[in-house]
């Protein structure tokens, strides 16, 4: 990968290499996030005042389940957004 310096906007496709530092205007998301595997987590996501719903919860949010070996991806923002799994038929919509 190569690297260049540059200001100004920047949308990268392929991530970025080491730092990103400087002055950030407005929020920054990230869309993919994986969370260390955890058991439990069907319970969790859920539950719509869990933290895993109320608290940094992004599109694509990425969750790995141990318990089932199901990986969830947040579809929404809002705490009662539903979840996909990657099975392609389970969803959990808290509640």
Do not use: E, H
């Not at 998301?29 to 069907?42: D, H, R, V």
């Not at 919860?57 to 389940?65: A, C, F, P, S």
């Amino acid at each position: 990968m190569a690297s260049t310096t540059f200001s100004g906007p920047v949308t990268s496709t392929n991530g970025f290499i080491g730092d990103v530092t400087g002055s950030v205007t407005g929020a920054v998301y990230s869309n993919y996030t994986i969370t260390p595997g955890q058991t439990g987590l069907a319970a969790a996501l859920g539950a719509v005042g869990n933290a895993l719903n109320t608290s940094g919860k992004v599109i694509g949010r990425t969750l790995v389940d141990l318990d089932d070996g199901l990986i969830y991806v947040a579809t929404g923002t809002a705490a009662a957004d539903p979840w996909k799994a990657s099975d392609g038929t389970t969803s959990i919509t808290p509640a």
